[in-house]
């Protein structure tokens, strides 16, 4: 039998990129997916595509949304993948207090919530996934408060995997992956950005949100893992 046959997995901005590779691969391990996210339109597509069970559209920085979502979501979850949201970058001088607020706490915020309406229906030994990066771990120009709240995730996920136990928390920290999200970010300089990482990259070649999905289905999987992080970048933090 397939490592993921008849559980179900619940991908938190599952619509595009990561998450909907997630749920493509997660059903072809045998798993049901719910997709969340804000676009309905997109949502139905995704759905379609990867034959969900169901989907939610909502905003999941709304707590309220969040709650309502989870206490109506019939049965029990096993694994939940939240991608949803992205890095806030820019000169610190030019953020507000509540850029500030949004860029350290957003990431967090969202886990805690969905954490902790999930926990109830989730089984023992179950996953909950985050998403973080590599690339903010150096100091750079451009960079601004992107450091910071990388640097605030691997602890904060040692501390809710004690507290959630035994449902298992993890942190995928992604470089440069191509995605929508990815393409929205850099613009025109995308195809010049990829033929960089191309040309100097261990792997000789891009990261895909494939590449992603099988490390989170790996982390669904394996029920010995548990409190870390796991990067996945192609070597990209090791050739800047």
């Known amino acids: 039998m397939s490592g993921l046959s008849g559980q179900t997995v619940v991908l938190v901005g599952g619509s595009a990129g990561i998450g909907f590779e997630t749920a493509r691969l997660a059903r072809a391990e045998g798993a049901d997916v719910v997709l969340t996210g804000r676009d309905p339109g997109k949502l139905a597509q995704a759905a379609e595509a990867v034959g969900a069970r169901g989907t939610a559209a909502f905003d999941a920085t709304d ?6 979502f989870f206490a109506d979501l019939p049965g029990t979850v096993d694994h939940v993948l939240i991608t949803a949201g ?3 970058y820019g000169p610190l001088l030019e953020m507000t207090a509540d850029d ?10 969202v886990a805690l919530e969905v954490a902790r309406h999930a926990a109830p229906k989730m089984r023992p030994g179950g996953s909950l996934l985050l998403m973080g990066g590599t690339g903010g771990r150096r100091i750079g ?17 040692a501390a809710l995997a004690l507290e959630l136990a035994p449902v298992r928390v993890n942190l995928i920290a992604a470089g440069f992956v191509d995605t929508p999200l990815s393409a929205t970010l850099l613009g025109d300089r995308l ?8 040309a ?3 792997i000789g070649r891009v990261v895909g949100p494939a590449d992603v999905a099988a490390l989170a289905v790996h982390l669904m999987t394996n029920t010995a893992l548990t409190g870390a992080t796991y990067d996945i970048d192609g070597g990209q933090q090791f050739v800047w």
């Open 63 to 68: 707590p309220a949304a969040v709650a309502s």
């Open 86 to 88: 992205g890095p806030h």
């Open 100 to 109: 500030v607020r949004s860029a350290l706490g957003g990431h967090i915020a």
């Open 141 to 157: 120009h451009g960079l601004g408060i992107v450091s910071a709240a990388t640097a605030a995730l691997p602890p904060f996920t």
């Open 191 to 198: 195809e010049e950005r990829r033929a960089e990482l191309r």
């Open 200 to 202: 100097t990259l261990p």
